[in-house]
């Protein structure tokens, strides 16, 4: 019996095995013959491992080459998107402040370094007497628009310090190839997108940039030194004070809402800023309207609580809010503080809080969130709004009810809307 199971199992091996071999050809115990010859062969080449080491050395470094093209510090991308155009505007906020400026200082020191013509514009007016002395002592260039049509390379805008164009005619048909930021919004860029709402101000940013430009810091009276490629890029007094007083304008000298890397890039300005120009810009005089706002502010404010609000009817200058309503922030046991003033036939709202319950921006919204043509918001600490007075009439009198505009800031602040 067993003989006949073993001849029986010969006999199925012996036909199934050419059946099974002709499904990958014709003889393919004959083609792995007629091969490994030929793999001795090359094995046997003296060249055959330097080959193969060779090979597997440029892979690999084509791999190193891919990661760190992908892991390129922010501050490289940027400069090659802006290295790949020949002219761009760089567009900064309604009525900029030293940190869109610096910002924009920064962004156009880098478009110089790869020959890239830039433009820096803004739409509303440089009225603030710390802005106004920014950009004389540091003779800061720029040119104001009032429609998209002003704006000099609309194929090549870059947003500084805000992610969504406002504040001009058609603004909201531009759009920009690059943002730099550290507002809250949803506004982005074309081609590149930076939006860091932890940082405190949009120079650290930019700062950052010019770091990762391997950029040296020292105080030169040129903004910018460096032209040819192998030279380093040296970041001269003006810029590196600009940026300085940027950041320290948009925390309150590095107390308000900053982060380590704000401090950081201060150490890192450090060597190259120039103090007399700095304490310049800081230290500007003050107008008599900026003055009579604050006393005004000073001697009427209501507080309940700890919230303070103010009204100080007419205003010649708006940014003299926003300086007055700092005064009232020191004011002993108030957390949070709303002032507000009317400037041709708009009310114009400015408002701090150091108070945790309280979101200024968002109460704001709140508070005037039933009037159609009002708007309104910002950050949690800082906020601004404004209102159209003939949206504000109350039932019974002719004129703005601001009584009870008062009680929906109180309520706002309370949380009760």
Known sequence: M??????AASAIVGSAAPESVSRYGPDAASRGAQIQPAIDAFAGEPLTYPVLAAVGFILLYGLYRLVRWLRRPAGVVFRQLIGGHEAITILMHPNPDPD??????????IAERVGTDATIQYPGQIRRPENRA??????????????ASDIEHPEGIVLVDHNTPRGFVDSERVEPIAVVDHHPGNGTGNEFTDVREACGAT????????TDLDAVFEPTDADVDGSEEDEPLVVGRKLATGLTYGIQSDTKNLTRGCTSQDFGVCATLLPAIDEDLLHRIATPEISH??????ATAINNVHVEGSFGICNVGEVGTVDALSQAVEELMRLEGTTAVVLYGVNEGTVHVSARSKDDRVHMGEALQRAVSHIETASAGGHARMAGGQIPVGQMAGEERGGPD???FDERL??????DY
């Open 100 to 109: 869109a400026m610096a910002s924009a200082m920064a962004v156009k020191a």
């Open 410 to 415: 109180l309520g706002a602040m309370n949380g």
């Open 2 to 7: 067993s003989t006949e199971h073993g001849t």
């Open 402 to 404: 601001f009584e009870r």
């Open 203 to 210: 120079a650290s940013i930019l700062t950052e940039y010019l």
């Open 134 to 147: 920014f950009r004389t002592v540091l003779g800061f260039d720029c040119d104001r628009i009032e429609a």
């Open 289 to 294: 309207d900026v003055l009579r706002v604050k």
